[in-house]
């Protein structure tokens, strides 16, 4: 470990379907609300059936065997109707609520256009030059179209609070429709075990109003301010010297990169590494001195620095709002 490093919890993860803040989401806690109460139903029924059956029927010094009955038509009915009964029931509400939530794309451009890597997320806005990393901005109130793409293995969209996870496939496009309703942020992880660091690959939505959204938008499309200390230049061209924009992309420079996050607006993020901690100085010190011993497995090498490379690097990167 990095000297003196700690991994702060950044977010306190509320991951419930028992709080749905979009259309899509209180549709299908709809639909699971009656699953569990139906269950619950069929619980009490059978315990209560075997309970009445081992008081009235226990063993009793000198009894004889009870009857014994067979071939109950009657009995045999109820058992296989009312079942029988339950799941058609169920399925046609569900092929309802999944015509419902997840409606067939005719030939619309999605609003936002999310990629699965490990371990983090890629968002892309078409129409815009607005590219972020692991904070998908979205607008509430108006039913958005999500893309889904992976450029390794299988990774899974899921923010519980705005409905169903989603497979990422590399090759293959996905897609899901939200309607968020309240304006917050909602928090998301990957859902399909996708290698060493699937744990901290999280993902937060951020739900604003129109206005709010497209001047996000706007902001995000801008290339990156210009390093505004002697530091930060000095920050900028050993960026520029070390393949760092072999990966990773700052518009308005030469870093062009494609395979790391886009850093154009990298410190307007509130957390860094997927959610695994807040965007501070610090921790990007410590993330640029050793990547692997603060994510273990990551993709970025280690470089070796000398520390005022570090504090210009640093500089630079945190100037980047
Ligand atoms: Cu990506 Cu698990």
Not at 256 to 283: C, I, K, W, Y
Request: aromatic content about 10%; glycine content about 6%; some cysteine.
């Amino acid at each position: 470990m990095t000297k003196g490093f700690t991994i702060h919890a950044t977010v306190f993860l509320s991951l419930s379907i028992f709080d749905p803040a979009s259309v899509e989401a209180s549709k299908l806690l709809n639909l699971t609300n009656y699953f569990i109460i139906a269950a619950l139903f069929i619980l009490l029924i059978v315990v209560a059936l075997l309970v009445y059956v081992v008081i009235k029927f226990k063993a009793k010094p000198g009894a004889e065997e009870p009857v014994q009955s067979a071939g109950n038509k009657k009995v045999e009915a109820v058992m296989i109707g009312i079942p029988f009964l339950m799941v058609v029931g169920f399925f046609i509400m569900t092929v309802d609520t999944m015509r419902e939530v997840h409606p067939e794309i005719a030939s619309q451009t999605p609003d936002v256009i999310v990629t699965g890597h490990q371990w983090w997320w890629e968002a892309r806005y078409p129409g815009t030059g607005a590219v972020t990393a692991n904070e998908v901005h979205l607008p509430v109130n108006k039913k958005i179209l999500l893309q889904f793409a992976s450029s390794d293995v299988i990774h899974d969209w899921w923010v519980p609070e705005l409905g169903q996870k989603m497979d990422m496939f590399p090759g293959k496009t996905t897609h899901l429709w939200l309607n968020i309703k309240e304006p917050g942020v909602y928090e998301g992880v990957c859902s399909e075990f996708c290698g060493a660091q699937h744990a901290w690959m999280r993902v937060r939505v951020v739900a604003q109003e129109w206005d709010e959204y497209q001047q996000w938008l706007l902001q995000k499309d801008q290339p990156a301010q210009e390093p505004a200390t002697a530091l930060a230049q000095k920050g900028k061209a050993i960026f520029n010297r070390s393949t760092c924009g072999n990966c990773h992309a700052i518009r308005g420079t030469v870093a062009q990169g494609q395979s790391g996050p886009d850093l154009t607006h990298f410190a307007s993020r509130p957390v860094m590494l997927a959610g695994m901690m807040p965007t501070t100085e610090e921790n990007l010190r410590a993330w640029l001195s050793d990547p692997q011993a603060v994510k273990p497995g990551a993709h970025m090498p280690r470089f070796i620095f000398e520390q005022d490379s570090i504090n210009a690097l640093v500089a630079y990167i945190s100037g980047l709002k």
